[in-house]
């Protein structure tokens, strides 16, 4: 019976590597481009998550065979391995932590250097950078928005009116197909085009960031709470053995 719990635990950790796997992918898939603008120590949380979500399910393993067997070998190996797993976890929360007040600022300055990049791939320099231009369309036409702080961020670029003329912005920026890669940001009418993303991409980036990393904080202390009753369920029962005298192998 004394086995069953750690059992149990090994279990629920199973799960829970899963979880986090499917967490870290998750979040690496929905928000890949807008991790993508930044090189900051937060966009490797979800790689992270799901390589600690790997090690926690391979450690599932262990420590159900381990209490299956009542092998205090195992047991001592699965509870050391776990409390390794542990403190990634507190990295992963630590760097959230620290970064989730400064995402606003990286954001910013992502996506500043990446449509920079993109005006200059336009412009066919060589300075230019074609993933730069797929990043930023891709998240211009995901969130219904355009450019930094709005249309600005191309209208008001000498680069980008050289090449493109006044008041266009890139095709992404507006809704629907269009077969030409700008889209003009007035009718010929002169007023606005009513399929013009106005808004721009840093505060749809940084809420759903923000909101994220929460969200991604809270799921990790969790995790790691349960873990922290598995490690003890682990020491109790290597102790049991010992004084037991069960065999080690």
Not at 16 to 35: R, T, V
Not at 99 to 107: A, E, L, R, S
Not at 235 to 241: A, E, H, S, T
Request: charged residues 20%; glycine residues 10%.
């Amino acid at each position: 019976y004394s086995a069953l719990i750690p059992l149990s635990s090994g279990i629920n950790a199973e799960y829970g590597g899963l979880a986090l796997l499917g967490l870290g992918a998750y979040s690496k898939y929905e928000y890949g481009e807008i991790l993508a603008v930044t090189s900051s120590s937060f966009t490797s949380i979800p790689s992270l998550l799901m390589i600690l979500g790997v090690l926690i399910f391979i450690l599932g393993f262990l420590g159900c065979f381990g209490s299956f067997r009542e092998n205090r070998i195992l047991l001592i190996i699965y509870t050391i391995l776990l409390v390794l797993v542990l403190l990634g976890e507190v990295v992963a929360i630590i760097i959230a932590m620290i970064y989730k007040g400064k995402i606003n600022d990286t954001i910013e300055d992502g996506l500043e250097e990446k449509i920079v990049s993109y005006i200059e791939y336009n412009n066919n320099t060589k300075n230019g950078d074609e993933d730069a231009k797929d990043i930023i369309d891709s998240i211009q036409v995901s969130l219904d928005c355009c450019g930094v702080h709005g249309i600005e961020s191309y209208t008001e670029s000498e680069m980008w009116v050289a090449t493109n003329g006044e008041n266009t912005v890139p095709a992404s920026c507006c809704e629907g197909e269009l077969e030409s890669e700008i889209c003009a940001t007035e009718s010929n009418n002169g007023t606005a085009n009513a399929d013009l993303y106005s808004e721009g991409c840093l505060d749809k980036s940084s809420s759903i960031l923000n909101s994220n990393a929460g969200l991604l904080i809270g799921v990790t202390i969790a995790f790691i709470l349960i873990q922290i009753v598995g490690v003890c369920l682990g020491c109790v029962l290597c102790k049991r053995i010992a004084r037991d005298g069960y065999k080690e192998v």
